[in-house]
């Protein structure tokens, strides 16, 4: 019940202070096996990980090898009928897992809609505080779903099987002055391949994580821009593939020129939705092949 009270009161908090924030046709990477489809037509025990071309924000839906479902945030408002479409044409009718990073309406402006659309199970947002009507009416629509909130946080798992695990590296701070730096970072593990997904995490916030990030696969924080991928971060990675989420021609420049080359220094392939629209990675396990939709 205390949790409940939390995010009421967090509703109440914003309601007072009236603050508004404001068919694919696939090219081959170097990496991608031409058997693509009958590969997974004889082995369902594949871990798919869909990028989204949602503009200047965030929203990566992933099918998981034990045949549970994944969002992990939800773009602007405007993104949600791609999303919701885009789920609806792998077939999937349930969302086991729903990560809001944070409360930035570039990763939760659709999420109550998908909400209302699908089957959820489990809801993860960090204890971050926003005052935006975004963020009041995502708690409005998960309350009146019936829904739980568990507090993403550091060294929480959401799932620990034999062969795959999904872990929270981050928030582990109850304070941030940025609400970016309340992103929950997330890692899975699946047999030896490794995938980590930054929200907007920023410099601090990649200094205070000392678990080993190393990952074949990174969804770079906060758009390729400047305030995150510091270069001691970049080394720790040292991706195969740094993937960043952003807007054609954005306000903002992202991302920027030297993040991307910082990626690339050591070794990464850099890939953006903008330029390369969607991005599909699927992994076995073992071998790792990567789509684009441009």
Do not use: C
């Amino acid at each position: 019940m205390k949790k409940r009270y939390y995010w009421l009161i967090i509703i109440l908090i914003g309601s007072i202070l009236g603050i508004i924030q404001t068919s694919f046709s696939f090219q081959n990477e170097e990496h991608l096996e031409q058997n693509w489809e009958g590969e997974q037509q004889k082995n369902n025990n594949f871990l798919k990980i869909h990028y989204l071309d949602v503009g200047q924000g965030d929203a990566i839906f992933i099918e998981l090898p034990n045949q549970q479902n994944l969002l992990i945030d939800g773009a602007e408002s405007k993104e949600k009928e791609k999303i919701i479409d885009y789920i609806n044409r792998l077939n999937k009718q349930k969302i086991d897992y729903l990560i809001a990073t944070h409360p930035h309406a570039d990763h939760i402006g659709g999420l109550a809609s998908i909400i209302e659309q699908f089957d959820i199970g489990k809801i993860y947002m960090p204890k971050a505080i926003s005052t935006s009507k975004t963020y009041e009416n995502l708690l409005k629509t998960i309350i009146n779903a019936d829904l739980k909130i568990a507090t993403a946080k550091k060294d929480l798992i959401i799932l620990n099987d034999e062969n795959l695990k999904m872990q929270f590296l981050s928030p582990q701070e109850s304070h941030y002055q940025d609400l970016n730096n309340y992103s929950a970072v997330l890692k899975i593990t699946y047999q030896k391949h490794n995938f980590l997904f930054m929200g907007d995490a920023e410099k601090l916030i990649e200094d205070e994580i000392t678990e080993d990030v190393n990952a074949d696969i990174i969804k770079v924080g906060h758009h390729g821009s400047n305030t995150s991928s510091s270069l001691n971060f970049v080394n720790r990675v040292s991706p195969k593939y740094a993937i960043i989420s952003v807007g054609s021609k954005n306000q903002y420049q992202h991302p920027h020129k030297e993040i991307i080359k910082r990626w690339q220094q050591v070794g990464a392939q850099v890939l953006q939705t903008d330029l390369h629209g969607t991005i599909i990675a699927q992994s076995d396990g073992f071998n790792l092949q990567i789509k684009t939709e441009k």
